[in-house]
């Protein structure tokens, strides 16, 4: 049965963005909606760093207590559902859910996040967000000095190597193929004691989510005690491409330093819009794509 209700602001995704947006506009008193599936990319994530006065908290926690705090706000209201299309109407947008519920807003963002593309390896998967990590600033300190490998090959395997050197001693670049290194670079990484297996990776060895040690299709073994991975993404979420909106080359929705993308009245906040894949960049941008929505309405208006 289809469900028409007018609001706002229509938010699709729930989590920490989306409720940071949500709080700003519920203290300014407008009608907002948020639609969430409650599925976060980091739902296997042990914990949460590099956050002040959360570091070491459970995500779902966090996500928990943020929503009963902005579902304090009476102007607020959460949906539970996944939204699955979007259309440009008179008045703004009208948003379906997998169940056919229609929402109508005057403004949209989307704080959907991105959908990790995981290699088919054995034993990544379960791994994923507890011990195989992307990110040093969110992951690394507990895993220092550690013995720790590198998923990547390239610049992107130089960018990487360089922030976890100052972590760890023991390093290993995996680049599942020939090196892509030049003379100089491959002069740096030996300066740095940084070896590299080119051999791909067949299986991960692990205990609970915990790698215990990587098997090669040479036939090799090796033991690490974490492994970052520079792995693909792509939009968690097809309706802001549906509606126009412009992706940068790295597959990011383009925003403005405002979190405006190119099609007006739509915005986007956390990691769909930012390569800085962290809750408390997730809070920040959330909180200004929130700000700067209430002050589209107020220009309308007044």
Same mark, same amino acid.
């Given at each position: 049965? @289809?469900?028409?209700? =007018?609001?706002? %602001?229509?938010? #699709?995704?729930? &989590?920490?963005? !989306?409720? $940071? *947006?949500?709080?700003?506009?519920?203290?300014?008193?407008?009608?907002?909606?948020?639609?969430?599936?409650?599925?976060?990319?980091?739902?296997?994530?042990?914990?949460?760093?590099?956050?002040?006065?959360?570091?070491?908290?459970?995500?779902?926690?966090?996500?928990?207590?943020?929503?009963?705090?902005?579902?304090?706000?009476?102007?607020?209201?959460?949906?539970?559902?996944?939204?699955?299309?979007?259309?440009?109407?008179?008045?703004?947008?009208?948003?379906?859910?997998?169940?056919?519920?229609?929402?109508?807003?005057? @403004?949209?963002?989307? =704080?959907?996040? %991105?959908?990790? #593309?995981?290699? &088919?390896?054995? !034993?990544? $998967? *379960?791994?994923?967000?507890?011990?195989?990590?992307?990110?040093?600033?969110?992951?690394?300190?507990?895993?220092?000095?550690?013995?720790?490998?590198?998923?990547?090959?390239?610049?992107?395997?130089?960018?990487?190597?360089?922030?976890?050197?100052?972590?760890?001693?023991?390093?290993?670049?995996?680049?599942?193929?020939?090196?892509?290194?030049?003379?100089?670079?491959?002069?740096?990484?030996?300066?740095?004691?940084?070896?590299?297996?080119?051999?791909?990776?067949?299986?991960?060895?692990?205990?609970?989510?915990?790698?215990?040690?990587?098997?090669?299709?040479?036939?090799?073994?090796?033991?690490?005690?974490?492994?970052?991975?520079?792995?693909?993404?792509?939009?968690?979420?097809?309706?802001?491409?549906?509606?126009?909106?412009?992706?940068?080359?790295?597959?990011?929705?383009?925003?403005?330093?405002?979190?405006?993308?190119?099609?007006?009245?739509?915005?986007?906040?956390?990691?769909?819009?930012?390569?800085?894949?962290?809750?408390?960049?997730?809070?920040?941008?959330?909180?200004?794509?929130?700000?700067?929505?209430?002050?589209?309405?107020?220009?309308?208006?007044?």
């Amino acid at each position: 049965m @289809k469900d028409d209700r =007018s609001y706002d %602001v229509i938010i #699709i995704g729930g &989590s920490y963005a !989306g409720l $940071s *947006a949500a709080m700003a506009m519920g203290r300014s008193l407008r009608n907002v909606l948020i639609i969430d599936s409650g599925l976060p990319c980091n739902r296997q994530t042990p914990h949460s760093h590099n956050f002040i006065t959360h570091d070491g908290e459970k995500p779902l926690s966090i996500a928990k207590k943020a929503r009963e705090e902005v579902l304090n706000y009476p102007s607020v209201k959460f949906q539970k559902g996944l939204a699955v299309s979007g259309t440009k109407t008179t008045n703004g947008f009208e948003i379906t859910t997998e169940n056919g519920e229609i929402f109508k807003g005057g @403004k949209l963002i989307f =704080s959907t996040g %991105v959908e990790d #593309i995981l290699p &088919s390896i054995q !034993g990544f $998967s *379960a791994c994923w967000g507890i011990s195989v990590i992307h990110c040093p600033y969110c992951h690394g300190y507990e895993f220092r000095r550690g013995k720790t490998a590198i998923m990547a090959n390239g610049e992107r395997a130089l960018h990487l190597a360089g922030l976890v050197n100052n972590l760890s001693t023991d390093l290993t670049l995996l680049t599942s193929g020939k090196a892509d290194f030049d003379s100089k670079q491959k002069a740096k990484l030996q300066q740095h004691g940084i070896t590299i297996i080119e051999s791909e990776i067949s299986k991960i060895q692990h205990k609970n989510g915990w790698v215990r040690q990587l098997q090669f299709k040479d036939g090799s073994e090796h033991t690490f005690d974490a492994v970052y991975a520079a792995i693909p993404f792509r939009q968690h979420s097809h309706i802001p491409t549906m509606l126009g909106c412009e992706l940068t080359d790295l597959g990011h929705i383009k925003t403005d330093n405002f979190q405006k993308t190119t099609v007006a009245g739509v915005f986007a906040c956390g990691d769909n819009s930012s390569m800085m894949r962290s809750v408390a960049n997730a809070v920040a941008t959330g909180n200004l794509a929130g700000a700067m929505v209430n002050k589209e309405l107020v220009d309308e208006v007044f």
